[in-house]
């Protein structure tokens, strides 16, 4: 039996309300057909087969995924057109084919050819192999200014029985590291412009490249835009948190999860503690750079702020003296949502005051 | 079927060095007993029911924990004395209730007793209540400076029928903001006076204080050492972690917790990224002001540090620009180890490359 009333729930819950949900995968789904992009979201951040599964009617071409664990379990029910966006090595591989579905995966560097290749030794469905492109975030890669490099990858993928080179991949997380919405267009604008830089200099030596993928909520605007990108792959963008709008990437009307928790205790008029702390929130502020929000926003109260985290308290500070009594509840935008739900076991579908339904977590803690 | 060796194990997974875990936990029960003061470790750390038996066979009298669903798992499997040391607001006291065990727990303010009193209406077993008082942490708790107040809810829980007043708590967290051990040292020994005279400003009121609890890993030794403190609750004691080791409380050989990761991709000499990103490590490099340390440490390897995460990428940092390569698995220490195992769904108990147990992480995610 699904609680009514969000105060029938017990806290900390994590809330995702559904209309501005469906607003945000209706305006990325919108975005991307307006440009003819294909869009693979990725499922990191949500890890719900229900939400997946929307962004599939919504005309998601396929989903895309961090790890093999994560991706095995969207395939089990019946989501199976996965890109497994990680480099993988050693037992990881022999996990991949196991899934026994139409995955791809990538690489970005020799030995990451030769260890799919041995594991896909005698395969009936042959395994799709992009090559991942650096543009500037320094993480995996090839770097995007050496596209003889990524020649040299695409051509040992062909060569390899069993794998099918199927394209390009990259990611532009240094956007997290932008100081403005229009230094976040600047990186956005020349992820896609490398990228399709890199593609032709492969078909300029006669390697055809099936598809140009990008990702990352805040440059998805400025990257669907530019020629020679056929596919985008954001996971945030569902939910929306504190960096985003930090970023430029959304407003708080557009944040579909919050945290819901309760005071439990009231030092003075200028703060109070509530019941959700970092296993709850996580103490991630934005995984590349951005550590200027704060853990959490209530957007309608502005001079409220979580400015702290013990593991199972949050620190509140009212700057008005105006500290909530132990007993209320609030409704926190955490910095960073992917975190969030990854720590979660449930996400509690809301209208308003309405619960409406309850996805579980199905890939919290798939990290491997 | 446990695995054999560290290298059939899927990485990334969190192993524990079992000559070093019973090493800390006989370590602080023997600084327990050395000094006639009751241990009431905290499971928080470690979530784990085979680790909390241990502790119990050790001499500890009792455990501590920080929510109701967080005990719920330790009382379900038999370990009944749980001191649930977190105000209890609304629908958490009946879920306490619930329990049906010798619980108690903790108040800082009289509608903290009124909802206690409230739902323990009626109940065949008297429900023990601490008063919480804070020592200069700053976030749950009376101020130590007002003992009247103190006084004040000791009688308001001896008054209300079905509660019973246990005694005073605190819990030191601000050494975690201390520059060195000897700072450190001198928190501990405040939280121990300060208990200490609050519970004689009580007892000379003519209030019997049946128990003064402190606790914190790194207070331990300075605290049990004053007159007058009856109960030690430390919890990261039984791992230790990078954060430890850089309050003074720890040595490197001490840290019985790692992450053991594979390396997945070596973008120059300097620079390499292992598959243990924020969702195994968390972003949490302490709760409380000591951001100092890095996300986790490499003891044997100081020329490599992990220095950034992303949700599934470890960031390695290789000073000598000996980075290391794909397929090379690190074990890590990480700064908060607290943080790791929440993120875990087992322990995997080692000695050197065997495995030799498997411990679920039985409260993980237990935040309600």
Not at 314 to 325: S, Y
């Given at each position: 039996?699904?609680?009514?009333?969000?105060?029938d729930?017990?806290?900390?819950?994590?809330l995702?309300?559904?209309d501005r949900?469906?607003?945000?995968?209706?305006?990325m789904?919108?975005?991307?057909?307006?440009?003819?992009?294909?869009?693979?979201?990725?499922?990191?951040?949500?890890k719900?087969?229900?939400?997946?599964?929307?962004?599939?009617?919504?005309?998601?071409?396929g989903?895309?995924?961090?790890?093999?664990?994560?991706a095995?379990?969207?395939?089990?029910?019946?989501l199976?057109?996965?890109?497994v966006a990680?480099?993988?090595?050693?037992?990881?591989?022999a996990?991949?084919r196991?899934?026994d579905?139409?995955?791809s995966?990538?690489?970005?560097d020799?030995?990451g050819?030769?260890?799919?290749?041995?594991?896909?030794?005698?395969?009936?469905?042959?395994?799709g192999?992009?090559?991942?492109?650096d543009v500037?975030?320094?993480?995996?890669?090839?770097?995007?200014?050496?596209?003889?490099?990524?020649?040299?990858?695409?051509r040992?993928?062909?060569?390899?029985p069993?794998?099918?080179?199927?394209?390009?991949?990259?990611?532009?997380g240094?956007?997290?590291?932008?100081?403005?919405?229009?230094?976040?267009?600047?990186?956005?604008?020349?992820?896609?412009?490398?990228?399709?830089?890199?593609?032709?200099?492969?078909?300029?030596?006669?390697?055809?490249?099936?598809?140009?993928?990008?990702?990352?909520?805040?440059?998805?605007?400025?990257?669907v835009?530019?020629?020679?990108?056929?596919?985008?792959?954001?996971?945030?963008?569902?939910?929306?948190?504190?960096?985003?709008?930090a970023?430029g990437?959304?407003t708080?009307?557009?944040?579909a999860?919050?945290?819901?928790?309760?005071?439990?205790?009231?030092g003075?008029?200028?703060?109070a503690?509530?019941?959700?702390?970092?296993k709850t929130f996580?103490?991630?502020?934005?995984?590349?750079?951005?550590?200027?929000v704060?853990y959490?926003?209530?957007p309608?109260r502005?001079?409220?702020?979580?400015v702290?985290?013990?593991?199972?308290?949050g620190?509140?500070?009212?700057?008005?003296?105006?500290?909530?009594w132990p007993?209320?509840r609030?409704?926190i935008?955490?910095?960073?949502?992917?975190?969030v739900v990854n720590?979660?076991?449930?996400?509690?579908?809301?209208?308003?005051?309405?619960?409406?339904?309850?996805?579980p977590v199905?890939?919290?803690?798939?990290?491997?």
């Amino acid at each position: 039996m699904l609680p009514r009333s969000l105060f029938d729930l017990p806290t900390p819950a994590v809330l995702v309300e559904a209309d501005r949900l469906e607003a945000n995968l209706r305006s990325m789904a919108a975005l991307c057909a307006r440009h003819g992009v294909r869009l693979r979201p990725h499922v990191k951040t949500h890890k719900c087969v229900p939400l997946a599964r929307r962004q599939l009617e919504l005309g998601a071409i396929g989903l895309s995924a961090a790890k093999v664990s994560e991706a095995r379990v969207f395939i089990e029910d019946g989501l199976t057109d996965v890109l497994v966006a990680y480099p993988l090595r050693g037992d990881k591989v022999a996990a991949l084919r196991a899934l026994d579905a139409p995955v791809s995966t990538l690489v970005d560097d020799a030995s990451g050819v030769e260890g799919l290749a041995a594991g896909w030794s005698g395969a009936a469905r042959p395994l799709g192999v992009a090559v991942k492109v650096d543009v500037g975030l320094g993480r995996v890669g090839v770097p995007w200014q050496q596209p003889e490099r990524v020649l040299d990858l695409a051509r040992r993928i062909e060569r390899a029985p069993g794998l099918r080179f199927v394209g390009l991949v990259t990611h532009a997380g240094h956007a997290y590291r932008a100081v403005d919405a229009a230094e976040v267009a600047v990186v956005g604008r020349h992820e896609g412009d490398a990228m399709a830089q890199v593609a032709d200099f492969l078909r300029a030596a006669g390697q055809p490249v099936p598809c140009v993928s990008v990702g990352s909520t805040p440059t998805a605007r400025a990257a669907v835009a530019r020629p020679g990108v056929d596919e985008l792959r954001p996971g945030v963008y569902v939910f929306h948190d504190a960096q985003q709008v930090a970023l430029g990437a959304a407003t708080w009307a557009d944040c579909a999860l919050t945290v819901w928790t309760t005071v439990v205790s009231r030092g003075d008029d200028h703060r109070a503690i509530c019941d959700a702390g970092s296993k709850t929130f996580s103490s991630d502020r934005g995984a590349h750079g951005t550590d200027r929000v704060p853990y959490g926003v209530l957007p309608s109260r502005p001079q409220l702020a979580l400015v702290g985290l013990s593991e199972e308290h949050g620190w509140l500070r009212a700057e008005r003296g105006d500290a909530p009594w132990p007993g209320e509840r609030l409704r926190i935008v955490p910095a960073h949502a992917c975190a969030v739900v990854n720590l979660a076991r449930a996400l509690w579908i809301v209208e308003g005051e309405r619960v409406v339904d309850r996805w579980p977590v199905a890939a919290s803690g798939a990290v491997c």
